[in-house]
């Protein structure tokens, strides 16, 4: 299997507000190349557009817009490294806190160590 991991872009269209949301998703395709998986990723974005109805009546639309990140990642094995980001935070010390906050909540919340 020859894995890529693509980034979906959707809008959320709520006629009953003003302002935009978009939808950012990251996907797995199983594909023999790059072109392959861009246009797998391209036909899945249309089929997973759809149309719900909020418990308040709302319609929500979610309007496929595009592919814009396509990364070979090959074949998948445990604890392969699928994404990185590296930050620069102006706070060190705040962005420590945070992530052992979040990390914390994380742990109760799934009842683990």
């Keep these: 299997m020859n894995w890529f991991i693509v980034k979906m872009i959707f809008q959320i269209v709520n006629q009953d507000k003003n302002s935009f949301q978009f939808d950012e998703q990251l996907r797995l395709i199983d594909a023999i190349n790059e072109e392959l998986a861009l246009e797998m990723a391209y036909q899945l974005g249309q089929m997973e557009q ?7 009546e709302q319609t929500l639309k979610w309007k496929f817009i595009a592919v814009t990140e396509l990364s070979h990642i090959g ?10 980001q590296i930050s620069e935070p ?13 990390a914390t909540n994380l742990k109760q919340k799934k009842h683990l160590f």
Excluded at 50 to 56: G, I, K, P, V
């Design 50 to 56: 759809e149309e719900l109805t909020s418990r308040n």
């Design 75 to 84: 074949e998948i094995a445990h604890g392969k490294e699928i994404h990185y």
């Design 90 to 102: 102006e706070e060190s010390h705040s962005y420590l806190e945070m992530i052992q906050l979040k």
